[in-house]
């Protein structure tokens, strides 16, 4: 098994900033990729950014340019540095982690989500 948990979340202005978190813990041999997932209410889940073990990143084009993802390897830790929020950013964030179990085999996890509200 494989345990995500998230933090970062909250309320903040328009122009604002934002740090989220996950880190991963468990039956870990090896993590490929991780990212971060975003779902807004009435609407479908959408990619914001993802970084493969080798850090390639790759960001939806509506945060392009604002948020970066970056991670720890050794600690199994992914964090989102979201810069200049708008209130369409408002949404549920979920981490998303794929690798390896030590005993063999993939895993494709998810968080539980966070929110994060960009209002004035």
């Known amino acids: 098994q494989v345990q995500l948990v998230e933090s970062g979340g909250g309320l903040v202005q328009p122009g604002g900033s934002l740090r989220l978190s996950c880190a991963a813990s468990?039956?870990?041999?090896?993590?490929?990729?991780m990212g971060w997932y975003r779902q807004a209410p009435g609407k479908q889940r959408e990619l914001v950014a993802t970084i493969t073990s080798g850090s390639s990143t790759g960001y939806g084009d509506s945060v392009k340019g604002r948020f970066t993802i970056s991670r720890d390897n050794a600690k199994n830790t992914v964090s989102l540095q979201m810069n200049s929020l708008k209130p369409e950013d408002t949404a549920v964030y979920y981490c998303?982690?794929?690798?390896?179990?030590?005993?063999?085999?993939?895993?494709?996890?998810w968080g539980q989500g966070t929110q994060v509200t960009v209002s004035s």
């Open positions: 998303n982690v794929g690798g390896i179990y030590y005993s063999g085999g993939y895993f494709d996890y």
């Open positions: 468990g039956s870990i041999f090896s993590i490929n990729v």
